[in-house]
């Protein structure tokens, strides 16, 4: 006979028992991950854990989605959607020495007109991913990656998975809405199990734990997701509604500790600078014991209150700050030392290395920059050398281990003939840096003009990288840049794998890029020592190409922030007659822009100089760039007194040092767009 359907007081039994295992299973996962305080042993919580999701099964209406079980992933899905931060997730601004973090506290008391002391909550530098997860009425809705600090990557299936994060706030006094932020992170010892269990499944391991994490977090089947070990800390809140949280940094991460969330045990108040330093040094010992992995510590000033009167420069706080530890560095041996070919024919030796694993990655190469840094050095080939990734990105050789110097071992000497094409090597007196004098009969000139033509702060061919490069100059069909607006659809799609649909989307691509800036334009011709700041000035100046071509060396001298060396070189490039060959044919070819304005002469910003530094959010470096000289402003390369604002944006670098000591007016990114009236819709049809 079949079974009838469960009686009404049977369904409500199981409710009953689905929410007190619900309850229980919460509990102990939150002793067990927030408070490190486990109250029954695994195997109890994997019994509870089974039961309850065999009365879910049986009554699939009880299933809720802050249950426990749905941290086992849902289905695949195609792709991530998009989620806009409501509040930016900032970057921080990065010190790297003592005298940095002070000067961060001084500039914080300066501005708050403040003699005594401040107070700072200091915590470890994770080097995971961050992440924001919202809850709504205490259940948890949505995460999403930090992406570029204004929209991420929904990920809200994938965090479910992650044990430390709680589906539902252990709160009735948590606010209506809270968005928090956090890193997750593979802690040491999962990763190498995990990269274990891959190798012996055959499958490529991760290089460090941070890629762990990333790849883990973006697997498009949370089930995937669910089999990582990942965890996570929770560092502090985007935005509460409906609620309040305590006026202090320290104290609000102990209530969102009471509230379920995993905050790092390392975390703490300190009272001054010194106790951030005295910290940093701790932290700097504790380092190789901790289970995760860090790349340095992390200061914020405690009162909340204060950290909204210090306010923000564009996308990074002033009341907080990244204390870096010093790269990491490693041992090995000089298997070579090669000579590469860059645009303007430079040559750079670069040492091939016995790979090392150093900063959280294998290097294999480093560069000795050029034959001045390789003498000092004196690095041969044999050589015991200390490596290091400069900034923790760019491989550099350290120094040379003398006492262990192979017998015999010969100096490295500069090429007389370029390796690529053969032609002489010319170094001039006084100069570093020597060149390869083939030109375009150079492959390897070829290809980085094509390269440096085609990227995206230049002529932004998207599509166009090193290896299709590489396969249309060994095919001989891109002599110059102009040579790319005469490639067809037809051609393309004869190129090693690529189909009649790549080619078509290359040559769109190509035809798309005809409509660009003079700015942009001028940067892209390659000229030696030309960057984006030269070459809007050199638009701003002349406003359009016809002028300056006409222009004699005197001329270009008289733009602003032009010397003499970049004004010879400009004169120069442009009197060559295959470079003006081929600037005819790019302009034959369709390219154009928009005039350039009066305003680039008497607009509102004329005699204003600008110093760009740091990213924007809004707009790229161009575009900013284009603005401040369509409106009759100069960008310069350099700070000086004589500039009148640095634009600051994310992650500024030593310029903005520089204005700070000069007393050099700084804008952050909204003042900027105010000045120059920018209106983000109207750009956006325009």
């Not at 922030?561 to 060959?581: H, L, Q, S």
Request: net charge negative.
């Amino acid at each position: 006979m079949a079974q009838g359907k469960p009686s009404k007081k049977a369904e409500q039994a199981a409710a009953a028992r689905a929410a007190q295992l619900r309850e229980q299973l919460d509990r102990y996962n939150y002793r067990y991950h927030a408070l490190d305080d486990p109250e029954v042993p695994d195997a109890e919580y994997d019994q509870l854990m089974v039961e309850l999701r065999g009365i879910e099964a049986e009554h699939p209406q009880l299933l809720t989605p802050d249950s426990p079980t749905q941290r086992v992933g849902a289905a695949p899905v195609a792709a991530f959607g998009t989620v806009r931060h409501r509040i930016a997730m900032l970057s921080l601004d990065n010190a790297f020495t003592e005298d940095e973090v002070r000067d961060f506290d001084r500039r914080i008391r300066e501005r708050l007109e403040q003699e005594g002391t401040i107070r700072y909550s200091a915590e470890p530098k994770l080097d995971g991913l961050a992440i924001s997860a919202l809850y709504e009425d205490g259940v948890f809705v949505r995460g999403a990656t930090r992406g570029d600090g204004e929209t991420g990557e929904d990920i809200t299936q994938n965090l479910r998975t992650i044990a430390a994060l709680p589906l539902k706030l252990r709160s009735a006094d948590a606010p209506r809405s809270l968005e928090v932020r956090g890193e997750v992170f593979m802690p040491l010892a999962g990763f190498e199990r995990f990269n274990k269990e891959a190798v012996a499944r055959g499958e490529k391991a991760y290089v460090n734990p941070r890629n762990a994490a990333a790849g883990s977090l973006r697997q498009l089947d949370s089930k995937m997701t669910a089999a990582r070990p990942l965890d996570l800390f929770i560092y502090g809140v985007g935005y509460v509604e409906g609620g309040e949280l305590p006026s202090h940094h320290g104290a609000m991460l102990q209530t969102l500790r009471r509230w379920g969330f995993k905050i790092c045990p390392q975390s703490r108040v300190v009272d001054s600078i010194d106790g951030c330093l005295a910290y940093y040094h701790e932290m700097g010992v504790a380092r190789a014991r901790l289970p995760y992995q860090i790349d340095g510590v992390v200061y914020k000033v405690d009162d909340i209150e204060v950290q909204r009167q210090l306010g923000f420069i564009s996308r990074a706080p002033r009341w907080a700050l990244a204390h870096k530890f010093p790269a990491e560095e490693a041992l090995t041996t000089v298997r070579g030392i090669e000579f590469q070919v860059g645009r303007t024919g430079a040559l750079t030796p670069v040492a091939r290395l016995e790979p090392a694993f150093v900063g959280g990655v294998t290097v294999s190469n480093a560069t000795l920059h050029n034959m001045d840094e390789l003498t000092r050095k004196d690095v041969r080939v044999g050589d015991s050398v200390v490596i290091r990734r400069a900034g923790d990105v760019i491989p550099e050789v350290v120094r040379v281990l003398l006492e262990r110097r192979v017998p015999g071992a010969e100096l490295i000497e500069l090429p007389s003939v370029c390796p690529v094409c053969g032609s002489p090597v010319l170094r001039e007196v006084d100069q570093a840096i020597a060149r390869c004098t083939g030109g375009r009969t150079c492959a390897a000139q070829r290809k980085e003009e094509i390269t440096h033509f085609a990227s995206r702060r230049a002529m932004d061919i998207q599509g166009l990288g090193d290896k299709l490069v590489d396969q249309l100059v060994a095919r001989d069909w891109v002599k110059s840049p102009a040579d790319l607006f005469d490639l067809s659809a037809a051609q393309l799609a004869t190129l090693d794998r690529f189909g009649e649909k790549s080619a078509q989307k290359l040559a769109t691509a190509i035809e798309a890029a005809k409509y660009t800036s003079l700015p942009r334009f001028l940067y892209a011709l390659g000229i030696r020592d030309v960057g984006e700041a030269t070459a809007s000035a050199l638009a701003g100046h002349f406003g359009d190409v016809a002028s300056l071509r006409r222009a004699s060396e005197e001329e270009v001298q008289r733009v602003p922030d032009v010397g003499p060396v970049v004004a010879r070189n400009v004169a120069a490039w442009f009197a060559d007659a295959e470079n003006a060959a081929i600037v005819d044919r790019l302009v034959a070819s369709g390219i154009r822009w928009p005039a350039v304005s009066a305003k680039s002469v008497s607009g509102e910003l004329a005699g204003t100089t600008f110093v760009l530094t740091g990213t924007l959010a809004a707009l790229t470096r161009d575009e900013a760039q284009e603005a401040i000289t369509l409106r009759g402003g100069k960008v310069s390369g350099s700070v000086s007194k004589k500039t009148h604002y640095v634009v600051a944006g994310a992650e500024a670098g030593s310029k903005l040092k520089k204005a700070q000591e000069l007393g050099v007016e700084i804008l952050d990114e909204a003042a900027f767009l105010a000045l120059i009236e920018f209106d983000a819709k109207a750009d956006a049809k325009g």
